[in-house]
């Protein structure tokens, strides 16, 4: 705790003030209580220990929420962009933009992880504690209907990837939403986390498959650090592909997500050295996966094969005279992991969202009859995506993209609420953002909003795209 | 204090010994973090971002028009 800062106080509760509430007969210790002091226990004995094995058990307990954030926003959609984009562009721009991207992925998520760690409260709960219902709302409108959408992605990547495999559509969406029912079984977040961890893993599938493409070293290097133009230049087709790989690593969902994540695993100011860690070891194994992903693709860029509506299963298909049956049927998998693990994470953060703003208990510590709306906000949103993705015929491919691109014009307000939250002193004390924190944030917000101006130029006045740069 | 859990089977002490005190989920009941008053630049903020969304989603709206017509 902070609770030595100077002037001005943090509103957080002093030991003072619960030292008074916890002696009242009134207070109530929870089952979400006991399960977390359990894990902070661990983290407290594991701490107190000296030497490299302890370090690394304490890695070990206090990693999670950053690596599955950034690994659950390699989702479906995100690795069809990643597709679309090797294909269609090859690599010579996008790879080292796509580590930009996740730059600014890190730049954003650091700061939920400081605020969930010195507030102990979840994003949505903040925002309409500390600016009202009114601008509350508005944010969670904007977090539930982009959820949902994304959420709608995922089954269809679940379905197109299991599709490789010839599962009918509705087999594969009703075994997945089972998967994601199945997850919150154990009733306890560490449980749920280190299940969802190792499915997060499998997201690295896609390094192999790069691999059997047998890629040119020299060209990926040159790729990475001359960073080529953008081939065609700027066009509305283009400029699409830049904002669906935006939306592909920053999107409003992280941020709700990881905070509330962090303050259910109990994560306190002593740990934020460790949630920094584990945030970007999160972006560089997603970073290393959507890489792949662009790469494993590019062959049929260089081979000139038109993959600009390509589904999960018909990448696997095209792919399979680069990389063979086995990377085919890897790329497929890796399709089906990636709506998976997101579907997990992204109806998780839906749920912690409605907790916290409809005073509800909200934790996966819960026992389902204790956390009855919390469980069953989650299942339903999830069983309503699942249900649109198996009407017929619709275009699977350009909702994934036009989805990307409402995350990445929903991002501004959110980080508006998210600067503001961590550079106020009254509830953040000595950790408001530092200068340099607030610069790259700030830098995040011109290059969304820009992005998103270039998106509304490209769509109403396509032709002024030749003014800046496009052909 | 009550436990809601299984009585008799933790130590209560503990629990409170091993979280910092606004962990504690009737401390979070309790005290919510009191809401602040926006200055007139930061509405103006807000409402900027908020109505860059609204046309932002009608060019979406638009181009989705367009692209299945």
Same mark, same amino acid.
């Given at each position: 705790?902070?609770?030595?800062?100077?002037?001005?106080?943090?509103?957080?509760? #002093?030991?003072?003030?619960?030292?008074?509430? #916890?002696?009242?007969?009134?207070?109530?210790? #929870?089952?979400?209580?006991?399960?977390?002091?359990?894990?902070?226990?661990?983290?407290?004995?594991?701490?107190?220990?000296?030497?490299?094995?302890?370090?690394?058990?304490?890695?070990?307990?206090?990693?999670?929420?950053?690596?599955?954030?950034?690994?659950?926003?390699?989702?479906?959609?995100?690795?069809?962009?990643?597709?679309?984009?090797?294909?269609?562009?090859?690599?010579?721009?996008?790879?080292?933009?796509?580590?930009?991207?996740?730059?600014?992925?890190?730049?954003?998520?650091?700061?939920?992880?400081?605020?969930?760690? +010195? #507030?102990?409260?979840?994003?949505?709960?903040?925002?309409?504690?500390?600016?009202?219902?009114?601008?509350?709302?508005?944010?969670?409108?904007?977090?539930?209907?982009?959820?949902?959408?994304?959420?709608?992605?995922?089954?269809?990547?679940?379905?197109?990837?299991?599709?490789?495999?010839?599962?009918?559509?509705?087999?594969?969406?009703?075994?997945?939403?089972?998967?994601?029912? +199945?997850?919150?079984?154990?009733?306890?977040?560490?449980?749920?986390?280190?299940?969802?961890?190792?499915?997060?893993?499998?997201?690295?599938?896609?390094?192999?498959?790069?691999?059997?493409?047998?890629?040119?070293?020299?060209?990926?290097?040159?790729?990475?650090?001359?960073?080529?133009?953008?081939?065609?230049?700027?066009?509305?087709?283009?400029?699409?592909?830049?904002?669906?790989?935006?939306? +592909?690593?920053?999107?409003?969902?992280?941020?709700?997500?990881?905070?509330?994540?962090?303050?259910?695993?109990?994560?306190?100011?002593?740990?934020?050295?460790?949630?920094?860690?584990?945030?970007?070891?999160?972006?560089?194994?997603?970073?290393?996966?959507?890489?792949?992903?662009?790469?494993?693709?590019?062959?049929?860029?260089?081979?000139?094969? +038109?993959?600009?509506?390509?589904?999960?299963?018909?990448?696997?298909?095209?792919?399979?005279?680069?990389?063979?049956?086995?990377?085919?049927?890897?790329?497929?998998?890796?399709?089906?992991?990636?709506?998976?693990?997101?579907?997990?994470?992204?109806?998780?953060?839906?749920?912690?969202?409605?907790?916290?703003?409809?005073?509800?208990?909200?934790?996966?510590?819960?026992?389902?009859?204790?956390?009855?709306?919390?469980?069953?906000?989650?299942?339903?949103?999830?069983?309503?995506?699942?249900?649109?993705?198996?009407?017929?015929?619709?275009?699977?491919?350009?909702?994934?993209?036009?989805?990307?691109?409402?995350?990445?014009?929903?991002?501004?307000?959110?980080?508006?609420?998210?600067?503001?939250?961590?550079?106020?002193?009254?509830?953040?004390?000595?950790?408001?953002?530092?200068?340099?924190?607030?610069?790259?944030?700030?830098?995040?917000?011109?290059?969304?909003?820009?992005?998103?101006?270039?998106?509304?130029?490209?769509?109403?006045?396509?032709?002024?795209?030749?003014?800046?740069?496009?052909? | 204090?009550?436990?809601?859990?299984?009585?008799?089977?933790?130590?209560?002490?503990?629990?409170?010994?091993?979280?910092?005190?606004?962990?504690?989920?009737?401390?979070?009941?309790?005290?919510?973090?009191?809401?602040?008053?926006?200055?007139?630049?930061?509405?103006?903020?807000?409402?900027?971002?908020?109505?860059?969304?609204?046309?932002?989603?009608?060019?979406?709206?638009?181009?989705?028009?367009?692209?299945?017509?």
């Amino acid at each position: 705790m902070t609770d030595s800062t100077p002037a001005p106080k943090p509103l957080r509760a #002093t030991p003072t003030d619960v030292l008074a509430a #916890t002696s009242s007969a009134d207070v109530l210790i #929870t089952h979400e209580d006991i399960d977390r002091a359990h894990d902070r226990e661990r983290v407290w004995h594991t701490r107190s220990q000296r030497g490299f094995r302890s370090r690394a058990r304490l890695l070990w307990l206090l990693v999670g929420p950053g690596i599955l954030v950034m690994l659950g926003e390699n989702d479906g959609p995100s690795m069809l962009s990643y597709a679309a984009t090797g294909a269609r562009f090859g690599i010579g721009f996008f790879l080292p933009f796509v580590i930009l991207t996740f730059l600014m992925a890190c730049v954003v998520q650091e700061m939920t992880v400081r605020l969930g760690a +010195a #507030t102990h409260r979840g994003h949505a709960e903040l925002i309409f504690d500390r600016f009202g219902p009114f601008w509350g709302w508005f944010s969670m409108i904007d977090l539930m209907v982009g959820n949902f959408l994304t959420l709608v992605t995922e089954f269809i990547a679940i379905r197109a990837g299991l599709g490789f495999f010839g599962i009918p559509p509705f087999v594969s969406v009703l075994a997945a939403w089972l998967v994601l029912f +199945a997850a919150l079984m154990a009733h306890r977040y560490w449980t749920w986390e280190r299940v969802t961890l190792l499915a997060a893993m499998f997201n690295l599938v896609f390094v192999p498959v790069a691999l059997l493409t047998h890629p040119h070293w020299h060209a990926i290097g040159s790729a990475l650090f001359t960073w080529k133009p953008l081939p065609g230049g700027l066009t509305q087709d283009t400029v699409l592909v830049l904002l669906a790989d935006i939306g +592909a690593t920053v999107t409003p969902w992280m941020l709700f997500f990881q905070q509330s994540a962090i303050a259910d695993k109990g994560l306190t100011t002593h740990d934020i050295r460790f949630g920094r860690f584990d945030t970007m070891i999160g972006a560089a194994l997603a970073a290393l996966a959507a890489l792949a992903t662009i790469i494993a693709t590019a062959p049929l860029f260089a081979h000139g094969m +038109a993959a600009g509506n390509f589904e999960a299963a018909e990448f696997a298909q095209a792919l399979r005279p680069f990389v063979g049956q086995w990377g085919s049927t890897l790329f497929a998998l890796g399709m089906f992991e990636a709506g998976m693990v997101a579907a997990v994470t992204i109806s998780t953060s839906s749920a912690y969202a409605f907790g916290e703003v409809a005073h509800r208990p909200h934790s996966l510590n819960l026992p389902f009859r204790q956390g009855k709306s919390f469980y069953l906000v989650l299942i339903l949103e999830a069983a309503a995506a699942a249900a649109l993705v198996l009407i017929p015929g619709i275009p699977l491919v350009y909702i994934v993209l036009v989805v990307n691109v409402i995350a990445v014009l929903a991002m501004p307000p959110a980080l508006l609420f998210l600067y503001m939250l961590v550079n106020d002193r009254e509830i953040m004390g000595d950790l408001v953002s530092p200068r340099w924190a607030n610069i790259l944030a700030l830098g995040v917000v011109i290059i969304l909003i820009a992005a998103g101006l270039l998106f509304g130029i490209s769509v109403v006045a396509p032709h002024a795209l030749a003014g800046i740069g496009g052909s | 204090m009550k436990n809601d859990s299984d009585p008799g089977s933790v130590d209560l002490n503990s629990i409170v010994a091993s979280l910092e005190p606004d962990q504690l989920i009737s401390a979070k009941e309790k005290l919510h973090v009191p809401r602040r008053r926006l200055t007139g630049a930061e509405m103006i903020l807000f409402w900027a971002l908020r109505i860059y969304l609204v046309l932002m989603f009608g060019v979406v709206l638009y181009q989705v028009f367009t692209t299945v017509k």
